[in-house]
């Protein structure tokens, strides 16, 4: 149980363009999903939280004219990078809560590279 | 601003030790503590969780919980060449966010 996935694994794109990112429970419902980043050799930076209905919570220093979050349902959030440039390059990584507890499953993660 | 540290290592043991990872974290009030692997180039893999004071066992893994020296650690016992990874703690706050330590990044020796 607990199965989160991302979609795509990996995507190359040119610089300007927009990038969508889905991430998906696939055996529960997920009130919360979190949005975060990995530069190599780095810890995971938080950049958003996302309520299913209501608008995403971005940390600071997040644009979140940039980082699109949409969590139309329970299952479902996409974070999309508008107009993505080179410094947008990063390790993608969702994660949702289960239940009623502080536990996060983490989705496989999205690759971005942006040329 | 709430901190997790943990030690970046790099850790080495030889295969059949014990491994012990360590963590401490700044906020009194934190109640939830996790600890993720995650090998290069994936994400995370929830190893841990623990909740209350003293020790929780999973397998190899050990948890331990010290919440008035505010310190978390993880011990895995008859560590294996698969076992090399970088470590994660994690500290639950707030809206449920987990805020990370930078990782330790371990390796078992063959």
């Known amino acids: 149980g607990a199965v989160v996935s991302q979609h795509p694994s990996w995507v190359i794109c040119k610089s300007g363009t927009s990038v969508k990112i889905e991430c998906r429970s696939l055996?529960?419902?997920?009130?919360?999903m979190f949005w975060y980043r990995q530069f190599p050799k780095q810890s995971l930076m938080l950049m958003a939280t996302?309520?299913?209905?209501?608008?995403?919570?971005?940390e600071q220093g997040v644009e979140k004219d940039k980082f699109l979050i949409n969590h139309a349902s329970l299952t479902l959030s996409t974070l999309t990078v508008t107009s993505a440039h080179p410094e947008d390059s990063s390790f993608y990584i969702c994660?949702?809560?289960?239940?009623?507890?502080?536990?996060?499953?983490f989705g496989p993660g999205t690759r971005l590279t942006v040329l | 601003q709430k901190e997790v540290e943990q030690n970046s290592g790099p850790l080495s043991v030889p295969e059949g030790a014990i491994a012990s990872l360590n963590c401490t974290y700044s906020?009194?009030?934190?109640?939830?503590f996790f600890w993720y692997r995650q090998y290069s180039g994936k994400s995370p893999e929830l190893i841990m969780s623990?909740?209350?004071?003293g020790d929780k066992e999973d397998g190899r893994f050990t948890a331990q919980l010290n919440k008035a020296s505010q310190y978390v650690s993880l011990l895995i016992r008859d560590s294996q060449p698969s076992d090399s990874a970088t470590y994660l703690c994690?500290?639950?706050?707030?809206?449920?966010?987990?805020?990370f330590g930078s990782g330790t990044q371990l390796t078992v020796l063959p």
């Open positions: 996302s309520n299913e209905g209501s608008k995403a919570t971005y």
């Open positions: 994690a500290v639950s706050g707030s809206a449920r966010q987990l805020t």
């Open positions: 623990i909740y209350s004071n």
């Open positions: 906020d009194r009030g934190s109640q939830s």
């Open positions: 994660s949702a809560g289960q239940g009623g507890t502080d536990t996060q499953y």
């Open positions: 055996d529960f419902q997920a009130t919360t």
